[in-house]
């Protein structure tokens, strides 16, 4: 047993989450708490068919009603572009896709339910909304298709008919010609066919901005819930405006919660933008929990036939996958990028030596679908874990056996896969050991009789991933000593409620020998902090805390080469601790107070670090496992345990480690078991509150077991792999092979697709009976 104290300060300090007293007393600051002066309330009219030709009629009611201050539709935005989309893939064919045009507000055409039509500002919410009742849209009806699949049918409706085809694009992986030779000298060839069901990002606080503009300075203020200003302003400056990015500062204060959704700008940013410059004062717009539901992007929504080739002893010999990506009525600002990221990451952790995988993004009368918590990754690691369950029934040696079998060696890093990554390091075997001794795997045929005789199905099921993430780049830091002794650290990244001042303050303190509460974190300014890169990809602390780290190192030095000569000795006898610069050994010293005020030269105050560039991803990986027991009465799933061992490279701070994961389990328990979005034949949402569609709750959720096997990644400066996204790549796959495995062994039943609702279990075990 361990016995040893963790550090106070930096790597693997259990340290508490500085931010939290303010968020748990009331004291934080979200987008819509902010109110300035003066400020007007905006509303969306937003389309109420899938698709169909529309026009607007008389806006001179709606003009004329109380408060209103301004309304517009798409007449009145000439010269200015609708939302950008950078996900210009390379298709199979060598072109780049055509790029359909994402409006800012519909013309004469709406193609998904929540269209914007005309964006209306008043003096107060009310009456914007007052006034979108006096809009009459004639509505001429066209067929629309919300079905994924049946979106290539010959005779299905075309999202786009300019564009010929509900196939937005097509992109490959691997070699077709070697992995169908494969396939045909295979002993045997397992097949699945799969649903990765859509979801919806639910974060906690809805979106938001309030746009205030300048008209001495010709600037615009945007305050707004993003997970990164710098990239926001862009877009809407550049992209879609037209203006010059120092012509716009974007200020992102607390954000509850963000899942990759809050990195798109989507259209009510730069509507905010342009009307708080017409109106003449700021306006605020809120996002409705409905129209989240509707309008912002969506993840997952996947249909994937996938089929491993294997020889007599089950070792793989290929991989070949044909996978379907909904991408909703247009292109989403990242959104070709999320399948096209799937296909490399498609035989996980395993030794596979051929591999094709032919991806085909479908145009749906739907909302948008982008980055979710994973990005691509979770639906990778949920196909191939399927898959190789189904490997190891059909070949009779069981889950363990036939991932043992078929796991990347040690021996074997570095090692590039099919898909074109480069893992440096990884101990799969090693962590799989470990997750089946936590959990017991000897002892579940017991637990399973147990079940059994108490009229109950009890599975068990497990998932070995690896993801990748911390992808090529860097993130500038500035730390800065203040008059009062303090420090301010600047930097790029942007909180969502992962903790990042706590654990960039754990690379300071210890440096600068100050307690937790004098460091100041800046983010969310982009004219305080004058680059970065947001946060996304697992990217914040494996890249911002090399660069804290090495500015608070530098800051350090600079501090002590200014108090030697207040204390008349030399550099290397000085000490930082407690406030102070002390002559080691001795009583004598000042405070950190005093060589800032003393500092004849501010710049020696401050330390800048972007020296750092990180030329690879990271890769982290580990086993989950989950045992399930299913009532076959009702199709109730309890999930009776849950175990999780880690490589995350190295631990940062273990409490928020912990809180990334369980956060992470319990959203890809989420779409396992309950989160369902369902539109019908004609676009319709049908499950567009909370009241339609499920969530996990703290009683469908066990208690976690979480331990970690580190092994330090080769690519980044301290062995950090990231883990903010690893939690919902492993849950999926384990908790739904945990089901499987309670149906097959109950009865006969192999297949089932999320969510695994009672509705749906309950359905497959009576058509199994029968």
């Known amino acids: 047993m361990n016995n040893v104290a963790p550090p106070k300060y930096g790597m693997g300090a259990r340290a508490k989450r500085t931010e939290d007293k303010a968020l748990v007393t009331g004291a934080g600051h979200f987008t819509d708490d902010y109110a300035p002066e003066g400020m007007l309330h905006a509303y969306v009219l937003r389309s109420s068919m899938a698709h ?10 709606a003009r004329e009603t109380a408060g209103v201050r301004l309304v517009m539709t798409h007449e009145d935005l000439a010269g200015v572009k609708g939302l950008p989309c950078k996900g210009k893939i390379r298709q199979v064919d060598g072109t780049h896709p055509w790029i359909p ?22 003096d107060t919410l009310e009456q914007a909304k007052m006034a979108s009742e006096t809009i009459e849209i004639d509505y001429d009806p066209l067929p629309a298709i919300a079905d994924l699949r049946g979106a290539l049918a010959d005779d299905a409706p075309l999202v786009w008919p300019e564009h010929g085809t509900n196939v937005a694009f097509a992109c490959s992986r691997g070699a077709k010609g070697a992995t169908d030779a494969a396939m045909l000298r295979a002993a045997r060839v397992s097949r699945i066919e799969i649903v990765n069901n859509r979801l919806v990002a639910n974060y906690m606080e809805t979106r938001g901005i309030v746009a205030e503009y300048d008209a001495e300075a010709d600037r615009y203020t945007l305050t707004m819930g993003t997970q990164g200003g710098h990239g926001m302003r862009d877009r809407i400056a550049k992209d879609i405006l037209g203006i010059p990015a120092s012509k716009i500062r974007v200020i992102t204060p607390d954000v509850g919660g963000g899942f990759g959704t809050k990195t798109f700008v989507y259209q009510e940013y730069p509507l905010a933008t342009i009307a708080a410059k017409r109106a003449g004062k700021p306006v605020k717009w809120i996002s409705e929990r409905s129209e989240h539901f509707l309008v912002d992007s969506h993840g997952r929504d996947n249909f994937a036939v996938a089929e491993m080739a294997m020889d007599e002893n089950g070792k793989f010999l290929a991989m070949r996958v044909d996978l379907l990506a909904g991408m909703g009525a247009y292109l989403s600002q990242f959104g070709p990028f999320i399948p096209e990221g799937e296909l490399t990451m498609l035989t996980g952790v395993y030794d596979i030596p051929h591999l094709y995988a032919l991806c ?14 994973g990005a691509g990754r979770p639906e990778a690691a949920y196909l191939v874990e399927r898959l190789v369950d189904q490997c190891g029934r059909d070949t009779g040696l069981g889950p363990v056996e036939i991932r043992r079998r078929n796991f990347i060696k040690p021996e074997a890093f570095p090692y590039e896969t099919q898909g074109g990554r480069i893992y440096d390091s990884g101990e799969f075997d090693g962590h799989l050991e470990q997750a089946l001794d936590t959990s017991d795997w000897k002892g579940f045929e017991d637990r399973a009789a147990a079940s059994k005789a108490a009229g109950k199905l009890r599975g068990f099921g497990m998932a070995t991933y690896v993801e990748a993430c911390a992808f090529p780049g860097t993130e500038e830091a500035t730390v800065r000593l203040e008059e009062d002794g303090t420090v301010t650290l600047l930097i790029g990244t942007q909180t969502n409620g992962q903790g990042h001042a706590t654990a960039y303050s754990q690379f300071i303190v210890g440096q600068l020998g100050i307690d937790y509460d004098k460091v100041k974190v800046v983010q969310g300014d982009t004219d305080q902090v004058p680059n970065g890169e947001g946060t996304g990809g697992s990217r914040s602390i494996p890249l911002g805390a090399v660069s804290v780290h090495n500015a608070a190192v530098k800051l350090a030095e600079q501090v002590k080469r200014l108090a030697s000569d207040q204390l008349e000795a030399s550099v290397e006898d000085l000490e930082l601790a407690e406030g102070m610069v002390r002559v080691a050994g001795t009583n004598r010293g000042v405070t950190l107070a005093d060589v800032a005020r003393s500092a004849k030269d501010p710049q020696a105050l401050t330390a800048f670090d972007d020296d750092f560039e990180q030329p690879e991803p990271t890769y982290p990986n580990g086993s989950h496992i989950a045992e399930v027991e299913i009532d076959p009465e ?58 339609d569609y499920a969530m996990p709750r703290a009683d469908g959720v066990p208690s976690f077991n979480f331990e970690t096997r580190n092994v330090p990644s080769k690519t980044n400066a301290f ?26 062994r109950g009865c006969g039943i192999t297949h089932i697709d999320m969510p695994a609702t009672p509705e749906r279990v309950w359905a497959a075990i009576q058509d199994a009976q029968a």
């Open 719 to 744: 062995g950090i792999k990231g883990a903010g996204e690893a939690g919902s790549i492993g849950s999926c796959p384990a908790v739904m092979n945990a089901v499987v495995d309670a149906l097959n």
């Open 634 to 691: 009702t199709g109730t799933t309890e999930i009776v345990g849950y175990w999780i061992v880690d490589d995350f490279g190295a631990t940062v701070n273990p409490m928020l480690l912990e809180g990334q994961v369980h956060g992470g389990i319990v959203q890809g328990i989420g779409q396992a078991l309950y989160e369902h979005t369902v539109y019908d034949a004609d676009g319709q949402l049908l499950s567009a509150s909370f009241l």
């Open 360 to 373: 085909r993004g479908i145009y749906t009368n739907t909302a948008t679908v982008d980055a979710y918590r």
């Open 52 to 61: 169909a030709r529309i026009k607007v009629g008389d806006l001179s009611a």
């Open 101 to 122: 045009e994402h409006p800012l507000l519909c013309g004469d055409m709406v193609r998904q339910v929540g269209d914007p039509i005309a964006f209306i500002v008043a």
